[in-house]
């Protein structure tokens, strides 16, 4: 059977899924955060990583995309970039977008949505996707990434950002720092949100900074970065919501 794009573009994130959660495994430091999660947790994070890596990847294929041949009859592959440049539309361009939606569900109704996300108290990777079921509707990505894949006449480097940004995300929600001993983190650690950096932004203190995806250059720009000079203590947010309510409609 042959791959199509779009699941060559999901490899690199299963593969960063299961490299992350045998990392868990093989640790102590892992293995006792993982015991320390509640059914509730599990539940949670377990639906939410179903909805974002097949739902909502089923959806953009199928339902969206087909929204977007509705409302853009003939405009099918009619941007004929090379792969660098949708490439850098999907890792810098959306990454942008992202940080103001992102800013966006952190205000008003959209955080009481959002909030969910934030009940995470372990950067375990598992976390990534937890949110209230409908919340995705929300997100930039649900929506922009199958029009760029609709006009796009190569898709391929768009959909390489696409997976990168995936992969990346799980790493920064995960236990995984990288310490500035590391050789790679004068290269990195400038202009890319690193794990440390995400885990101030889940912080109980400091949840109103660190917005970005993938460039802190968003960040510091709009002044809302927050360096990870000392990881905060404890993160997540306590909540008086119920199961079914973080599921389904967290309005107290």
Same mark, same amino acid.
Request: glycine content about 2%; charged content about 20%; proline content about 5%.
């Given at each position: 059977m042959t791959m199509t794009p779009q699941d060559l573009a999901q490899l690199p994130v299963f593969v960063t899924f299961v490299g992350l959660m045998v990392a868990n495994v093989v640790n102590s430091q892992g293995r006792s955060?993982?015991?320390?999660?509640?059914q509730q947790e599990w539940l949670l994070d377990g639906l939410g990583l179903t909805i974002q890596g097949m739902v909502i990847p089923l959806l953009q294929v199928s339902l969206v995309y087909w929204l977007?041949?509705?409302?853009?009859p003939g405009? !099918?592959?009619?941007?004929?970039?090379p792969a660098i440049t949708g490439f850098i539309? !999907?890792?810098?361009?959306?990454?942008?977008?992202?940080?103001?939606?992102?800013?966006?569900?952190?205000r008003g109704l959209c955080w009481r949505i959002h909030r969910v996300h934030h009940t995470v108290t372990q950067m375990d990777g598992l976390g990534t996707s937890r949110n209230t079921l409908w919340a995705s509707l929300l997100i930039i990505y649900l929506w922009i990434h199958p029009l760029f894949i609709y006009l796009l006449s190569n898709p391929g480097g768009y959909?390489?950002?696409? !997976?990168?940004?995936?992969a990346l995300d799980l790493w920064r929600h995960s236990?995984?720092?990288?310490p500035p001993s590391h050789w790679a983190y004068p290269w990195l650690a400038g202009w890319l949100i690193l794990p440390q950096d995400h885990t101030v932004h889940h912080s109980r203190a400091t949840p109103a900074c660190n917005y970005g995806a993938n460039l802190k250059l968003w960040d510091r720009i709009h002044g809302t970065y927050c360096?990870?000079?000392?990881l905060p203590s404890p993160i997540g947010l306590s909540t008086s919501l119920t199961l079914l309510?973080?599921?389904?409609?967290?309005?107290?």
């Open positions: 955060q993982l015991r320390k999660k509640t977007y041949q509705r409302l853009l405009r !099918s592959e009619t941007l004929t970039f539309i !999907s890792f810098v361009l959306v990454d942008y977008l992202y940080y103001w939606n992102h800013r966006l569900l952190h959909l390489l950002g696409v !997976s990168l940004t995936a236990r995984f720092l990288l360096p990870a000079e000392q309510q973080k599921l389904f409609f967290p309005f107290p």
